[in-house]
């Protein structure tokens, strides 16, 4: 990619560059999988976005977009203009990059078809439908393409005349960059407060991956947890409840991972560490041999749909870290206790006596969510201490709470 050094900022071990390229080379630049970097949440609707396309036509400002890139900075002063290879990902940005790289897309394709023809751009469209759908190019981009290209305007030329700003980073570690996006989309409404703590405790998804095995976990940026709760499948687990669990499991009792939790975890202790884990691997893997046999136990259609609940989740969990705290007994050895008496705890589950008590509160004078994990929570803690080996009765948990 060429560009032109504006300005430069050292941060600790990391070095910032402020650089200038035409939209062409930045588009051009764009690695296939530029949508993928994990710290991103995704491509989101946004209208304003959508009509990229009339701020590249009136030639308007587009804003600066943060980038990390790998390797070493190149050595080079303000004005100095580079040509080279920059391996890189989006920090910021990744909406407008997508967008810049759709209508870029779109331009393109509209020139290797050699349209000479006075049909009308709807129709191109539609007659282009497949092909579109194929590169996903939005068909009223890409009409609008047509139009720009009929009033003797090359779309491509828009690229290359038309400038944007880049910051690129050079040495910063993970945890500094999961800071850094949070920083940059503090503001923004979009991002969603499971996905930052997701990228918080990153760490973690690695090793429970490999202890889970074929179990699947799903990211907030694929599913959201709300979605995910109301179609969960045996077999699968979202990450940020997954978070949630093990917190609540270290603190011995339900705690619900929202976004006051999101920024006092962000910014404690992890400026300078690139380790946010702050744990002992063995526990992480006794918890997920917890859940993977959770998971193997409640088949049925109630026992799956609950087991995919975020209050149920932080309730048993924060009742095991409860009872070991109670016992003076580490957190491995209270989950390898429930691990063993597993069998005991879903026999006793009444599951639909659950849904049950749960559905006849009365949702204008409890917080249903908490009056959920605090029950939950209890009945498990009473289930370890021996103190309930008959079936649930989820109504005297419920309604003491109400």
Request: hydrophobic letters at 40%; aromatic letters at 10%; one cysteine or more.
């Amino acid at each position: 990619m060429k560009f032109t050094i504006i300005d430069q900022f050292k941060e600790g071990n990391a070095t910032c560059i402020l650089c200038r390229t035409s939209l062409s080379e930045y588009v051009q630049s764009l690695p296939d999988d530029f949508r993928d970097y994990y710290v991103q949440r995704g491509i989101v609707a946004n209208r304003f976005l959508d009509n990229l396309w009339d701020t590249l036509e009136n030639n308007k400002h587009i804003p600066s977009i943060v980038l990390v890139c790998e390797g070493q900075s190149p050595e080079a002063s303000i004005n100095d203009e580079i040509d080279q290879i920059i391996s890189f990902k989006i920090l910021d940005g990744l909406q407008r990059s997508h967008r810049l790289k759709e209508a870029w897309d779109a331009a393109n394709f509209y020139i290797s078809i050699k349209d000479d023809s006075d049909i009308s751009p709807v129709r191109i469209a539609r007659q282009c439908g497949k092909d579109l759908k194929e590169k996903g190019i939005n068909s009223a981009l890409f009409q609008k393409v047509i139009k720009t290209e009929r009033n003797g305007v090359r779309a491509t030329k828009l690229f290359e005349n038309n400038n944007i700003w880049l910051e690129l980073w050079f040495g910063l570690t993970d945890s500094q960059q999961i800071q850094k996006m949070l920083i940059l989309n503090a503001g923004h409404k979009s991002v969603n407060i499971k996905h930052q703590v997701e990228l918080l405790f990153i760490g973690y998804l690695s090793i429970l991956q490999k202890e889970l095995g074929d179990t699947k976990i799903i990211r907030e940026n694929k599913q959201s947890s709300i979605s995910y709760s109301k179609d969960r499948e045996a077999g699968g687990f979202h990450f940020s409840h997954l978070i949630s669990a093990f917190i609540s499991l270290n603190s011995g009792k339900p705690i619900m991972t929202n976004a006051d939790f999101s920024a006092e975890r962000s910014f404690d202790d992890v400026i300078d560490s690139d380790n946010l884990l702050d744990t002992d691997s063995e526990i992480l893997i006794s918890f997920s041999r917890v859940l993977k046999h959770l998971d193997a136990a409640l088949t049925d259609k109630e026992g799956i749909k609950w087991l995919g609940r975020e209050v149920v989740l932080v309730g048993i969990f924060g009742a095991i870290g409860a009872y070991a705290y109670e016992k003076n007994c580490s957190l491995k050895n209270a989950l390898e206790n429930f691990d063993n008496n597993i069998k005991d705890y879903v026999q006793i589950l009444n599951l639909s006596d659950f849904e049950f008590s749960r559905n006849s509160l009365d949702l204008s004078k409890v917080n249903l969510g908490s009056v959920n994990r605090i029950a939950v929570f209890r009945a498990t803690l009473d289930f370890l201490k021996k103190n309930n080996t008959n079936a649930i009765k989820w109504n005297s948990y419920f309604r003491t709470l109400s």
